[in-house]
């Protein structure tokens, strides 16, 4: 167990809706970063969070924004979801000093229909 | 552009049969290699981080190295336990420290 959760573990839904999936970090963790992970494909780095504010965007689709809350959860939006959307969307965490490892939640399941 | 290449793609042993997994990099101004592990459906674990060449670190079966432009995976006598995808993460001296991540090896390991 890492010490990231994330929920909804699984979540189906229909094209054309919008979805929020959710990360705690680690105990002490400023950083969250957002990962995609296709079938049989590597992980896609889509936005990093570092104390509330935006650090750094990777292949984020306009349909996709996040933040991070005071506590220090964060929200992944996705909406107008289109069948290529499924996928694995994990969350991981890293400590506030070097080297900064990445801690991984067991992530979402995501299906579109 | 950061780059982190592993290879091969996939790997299949006979349980107990050595092998190493590469990953090479070409990131702007190395601050840590990282290495994970990752069972299907499940998160990435972390395993290793290494700095500066020449850096090894073991943990159960597993041996990691890095050099100026590459790092090995060293499995010893792999067990079906072991079977699972690597994956090799390198962060940059940029701004924000950028981590790239390589597509991961698979490791099958038969009994």
């Known amino acids: 167990d890492s010490g990231v959760t994330q929920t909804p573990k699984h979540l189906i839904t229909a094209t054309g809706q919008r979805v929020t999936l959710r990360c705690s970090p680690r105990?002490?963790?400023?950083?969250v970063y957002w990962y995609q992970q296709s079938l049989d494909q590597g992980l896609q780095f889509l936005i990093q969070y570092y104390n509330g504010e935006e650090r750094a965007k990777g292949n984020i689709l306009e349909r996709f924004s996040a933040q991070q809350f005071p506590d220090l959860h964060s929200e992944l939006n996705l909406s107008s979801l289109e069948l290529g959307d499924s996928a694995l969307y994990f969350c991981?965490?890293?400590?506030?000093?070097?080297?900064?490892?990445?801690?991984f939640g067991p992530g979402t399941r995501l299906t579109v229909t | 552009e950061d780059q982190v290449t592993q290879s091969p793609e996939a790997l299949r042993l006979q349980e107990g049969e050595s092998s190493s997994l590469n990953c090479s990099y070409t990131v702007s101004g190395l601050r840590g290699l990282f290495w994970y592990r990752q069972d299907p459906g499940k998160g990435p674990e972390f395993l290793f981080t290494l700095y500066s060449a020449g850096e090894e670190k073991e943990k159960e079966r597993l041996k990691a190295k890095l050099t100026k432009k590459e790092s090995f995976l060293h499995i010893t006598a792999p067990k079906p336990e072991d079977s699972a995808t690597y994956l090799c993460a390198a962060r940059n001296s940029g701004g924000y420290q950028k981590v790239t991540f390589g597509t991961g090896t698979k490791l099958q390991v038969i009994p």
């Open positions: 105990s002490g963790d400023l950083s």
């Open positions: 991981a965490s890293s400590p506030p000093q070097g080297p900064y490892e990445q801690y």
